[in-house]
């Protein structure tokens, strides 16, 4: 992935955000390795643009009046209504220290169990917890559900593809994602077990009968 800039100019805090935001800026603030809290600004438009697509483990490079800072996303405030950016918190890194945080799970291609078989891929995970140097962390883990043949089959997190440079801190037997049964494959089980209870009642009926006689 190319690498990402953001241009941003250090700003008053007597500077109130909805000024900002009416001038065409987006209030943010950075913080973190070797910087104290420092309010920043960016272009509202290139920011929001830039900023839309990123996940919470994309590395970007902050350009702060020439002097460049590797970052996280660490909170986004957001008016979802206008689209628009109100507030964006950035942790700044060191690339030789590690970190840790939440990668995204993305599924693509088809499960032969949903096609033939009509099962559903349940999620059971949407994200895991990660350990490794900014630089190598993904943006997301793709998971290739296209090896879930049949009903009852799983991801595990053992299964996920990561680069050797990126430790998962989740158990690695904790199940990502599992083919099941839909509920009108369940519902004719359900209805066989119904007709077999009066055949229980009337055997009982009987057994009563030939007691009395």
């Given amino acids: 992935m190319d690498k990402i800039v953001l241009k941003a100019t250090r700003r008053s805090t007597k500077q109130t955000a909805k000024s900002l935001r009416r ?21 509202a438009h290139s920011a929001n643009l830039i900023l ?17 800072h590797a970052a996280l996303v660490r909170e986004k405030q957001k008016d979802y209504l206008r689209n628009k950016f109100l ?11 590690k970190i840790r945080t939440t990668v995204a799970i993305h599924f693509e291609g088809v499960s032969p169990a949903v096609k033939d078989y009509n099962g559903v891929v349940v999620q059971n995970l949407t994200e895991v917890e990660v350990e490794s140097l900014p630089q190598y962390l993904p943006e997301r ?8 043949a049949h009903i009852g089959d799983s991801i595990h997190v053992r ?17 990502v994602a599992v083919v099941s049964a839909t509920r009108e494959e369940v519902e004719p089980v359900a209805a066989e077990g119904e007709l077999a209870e ?5 055997r009982g009926k009987k057994e009563e009968e030939e007691e009395e006689a």
């Fill in 141 to 148: 883990i793709v998971v290739d559900i296209s090896a879930l």
């Fill in 87 to 97: 507030h964006v918190d950035f942790q700044v890194v060191s690339l030789t220290e």
């Fill in 52 to 68: 839309s697509g990123l996940s919470s483990s994309t590395l970007i490079n902050i350009d702060l009046e020439g002097q460049t």
């Fill in 198 to 202: 009066p055949e229980v009642i009337e």
């Fill in 159 to 175: 299964d996920l593809n990561v680069a050797k440079e990126v430790e998962i801190l989740e158990d690695m037997d904790e199940v």
């Fill in 23 to 43: 001038e065409g800026f987006l209030p943010a603030v950075m913080y973190g390795h070797n910087i104290p809290s420092t309010p920043i600004s960016l272009d």
